[in-house]
């Protein structure tokens, strides 16, 4: 099997907080992430004309899945492990996924709400503390964004906090996909940029995922 297989990391909302923490906090996932990764199974293709790129890439040999991206947007290589940088700015989309198998000690009704126990968990072992806050929404129908801030006086940033992001989506009963961006403002840009990527994700299966 062959998948892009990088492990969700940290979406810094306080903008003091992007440099200082982001690259500990995907550091600490990449070496604890324990799946194959790399680009092998996927295509990333820009299109000048409706200034999109895509990325496709085949989970299983009857699942795949596929993700426009608004402007130019490149793969960043860090060893085995794939990001997706923004040509004009310096947005990141990192793209991770899971297999059910990990998830099924845990108690949630559901997949995505299985995941975002084991993101929250994972991360309270790496930063070494339990969040002060955590939410669960679905943003749109399939997705749920799970979110989680840690306050420590600390951290840099005037507020004190820092919050990581990742919205989830299960492919099928087997995988999970995990979204998470970086290096994007908070408000208006961030919401535009997390509905223009779930909005163009598209999942196929059986025959329709062939060739």
């Not at 960043?76 to 297999?99: F, N, Q, Y």
């Not at 000690?105 to 997949?111: F, S």
Request: charged share 20%; proline share 6%; with cysteine.
């Amino acid at each position: 099997m062959t998948a892009i297989a990088k492990r969700a990391g940290a979406h810094l909302l306080a903008t003091a907080c992007l440099a200082c923490l982001a690259a500990p906090v995907t550091q600490a996932h990449s070496l604890a992430a324990g799946r194959n990764a790399g680009s092998a199974g996927s295509e990333i293709r820009f299109d000048p004309s409706a200034r999109e790129t895509r990325l496709t890439n085949r989970v299983a040999p009857d699942l795949c899945f596929s993700l426009a991206l608004p402007q130019e947007w490149r793969p960043v290589h860090e060893g085995e492990d794939i990001r997706m940088k923004a040509v004009s700015s310096d947005a990141l989309l990192e793209i991770g996924l899971r297999s059910a198998r990990e998830l099924q000690d845990l108690p949630q009704a559901d997949l995505a709400q299985r995941d975002a126990a084991f993101l929250q968990r994972d991360y309270e072992g790496m930063l070494g503390r339990p969040a002060q806050s955590v939410s669960l929404t679905s943003p749109v129908p399939g997705a749920t964004r799970w979110s989680a801030t840690w306050v420590d006086v600390n951290l840099p940033s005037a507020s004190r906090a820092m919050t990581i992001e990742t919205f989830i989506i299960p492919l099928s009963r087997d995988w999970v996909l995990e979204l998470s961006l970086a290096e994007v403002p908070a408000g208006a840009a961030y919401d535009a940029l997390a509905r223009s990527l779930l909005s163009g994700l598209a999942v196929r299966a059986g025959a329709a995922c062939g060739g």
